[in-house]
């Protein structure tokens, strides 16, 4: 249980295309997702929570314009990074919580992004 | 804010030892700290989390203790094995969908 998935695993584009990705909790309903980066070696870096229905909330040096969040359900969250440019290269997770145990945050598989 | 601090950066053991890594918090408030386990490439797996009002957990091998009053939590890694290694990250969180602050993380090799 509480499976999270995450689609694509891996995608390459142009500098200054946009890239959608898709997060989804596939046996649970998440109240709360949330996104992360992570460079090679380093931790995770929270960018935004988000909330079903909600605006989502960013961290500080996050850019909501350029990464935006959409949370239409309980089962899907996506993030699409605008006009990317290879700085945005990384490692893109998403996680979410369980309804009924806030707590615990259940992580995707994660996204490769690469920008040429 | 919340500081998360975790040692060892690295650690290699000799398989069938025990492997512990700890970490520490600064915020009081602070009352989840679940343990993750990242393998290369993929995103983080839940290991184990213990709660504030609880000093220690069990699960098979792997344990984890809390010591509230000094601000620190451990996990225990007990007869390790080859595929034990991977990149361990300690959290701590004000729990209920606050956000999670990560350690550094420890990246364990366990040597056959």
């Known amino acids: 249980g509480a499976v999270v998935s995450q689609h694509p695993s891996r995608v390459i584009c142009k500098s200054g295309t946009s890239v959608k990705i898709e997060c989804r909790s596939l046996d649970f309903q998440a109240t709360t997702m949330f996104w992360y980066r992570q460079f090679p070696k380093q931790s995770l870096m929270l960018m935004a929570t988000s909330n079903e229905g909600s605006k989502a909330t960013y961290e500080q040096g996050v850019e909501k314009d350029k990464f935006l969040i959409n949370h239409a359900s309980l089962t899907l969250s996506t993030l699409t990074v605008t006009s990317a440019h290879p700085e945005d290269s990384s490692f893109y997770i998403c996680?979410?919580?369980?309804?009924?145990?806030?707590?615990?945050?259940?992580f995707g598989p994660g996204t490769r992004l690469t920008v040429l | 804010g919340e500081n998360v601090e975790q040692h060892p950066s690295t650690l290699s053991v000799q398989e069938g030892d025990s492997a512990v890594i700890k970490c520490t918090y600064s915020?009081?408030?602070?009352?989840?700290f679940p343990w993750y386990k990242q393998e290369l490439g993929k995103g983080p797996q839940l290991i184990i989390d213990i709660r504030s009002n609880v000093g220690e957990k069990k699960d098979q091998r792997i344990a984890v203790t809390l010591n509230k009053t000094a601000k620190h939590f451990s996990l225990h890694i007990t007869e390790t094995q080859p595929e034990d290694s991977a990149v361990y990250f300690c959290?701590?969180?004000?729990?209920?969908?606050?956000?999670?602050?990560f350690g550094t993380g420890t990246s364990l090799t366990v040597i056959p």
């Open positions: 996680s979410a919580s369980f309804v009924g145990n806030t707590d615990t945050q259940y």
């Open positions: 959290a701590a969180s004000k729990g209920t969908g606050n956000q999670f602050y």
């Open positions: 915020d009081s408030a602070s009352n989840y």
